[in-house]
């Protein structure tokens, strides 16, 4: 069974940073792509970002890109999202998502994961 948590929400001003962790377990961390997607209050889930399951290829949100960033720890079996340079509209739930197939890549739909993590709510006020 994949597991996936999440942690390093919290409060935040505005311009602020922090980094979310999303710990896995239940299979090969290695051999999937991993993403991040987020839902404010009243608002459909949106994708945020994605990692390739080497590292080598990321994909970011337009809304997030250039302020973001998504890395892996294959080692850790730990995906990472560094936020900077955090504006109140970033406010929302950040989950880790992890799909079912193994090798796919460039996945920005939340259609195409099958394993979600509980959430951790990020706050930046302004």
């Known amino acids: 069974q994949v597991q996936l948590v999440e942690s390093g929400g919290g409060l935040v001003q505005a311009g602020g940073s922090l980094r979310l962790s999303c710990a896995a377990s239940?299979?090969?961390?290695?051999?999937?792509?991993m993403g991040w997607f987020r839902q404010a209050p009243g608002k459909e889930r949106e994708f945020v970002a994605a990692?390739?399951?080497?590292?080598?290829?990321?994909y970011y949100a337009d809304s997030v890109k250039g302020r973001f960033t998504i890395s892996r720890d294959n080692a850790k079996n730990t995906v990472y999202l560094q936020m900077n340079s955090l504006k109140p509209e970033d406010t929302a739930v950040y989950y880790c998502?992890?799909?079912?197939?193994?090798?796919?890549?460039?996945?920005?739909?939340?259609?195409?994961?099958?394993?979600w993590g509980q959430g951790t709510q990020v706050t930046v006020s302004s």
């Open positions: 998502a992890a799909p079912g197939r193994a090798g796919a890549d460039g996945l920005g739909y939340a259609t195409e994961y099958d394993y």
């Open positions: 239940g299979r090969t961390f290695s051999s999937y792509a």
């Open positions: 990692i390739s399951w080497s590292g080598g290829s990321t």
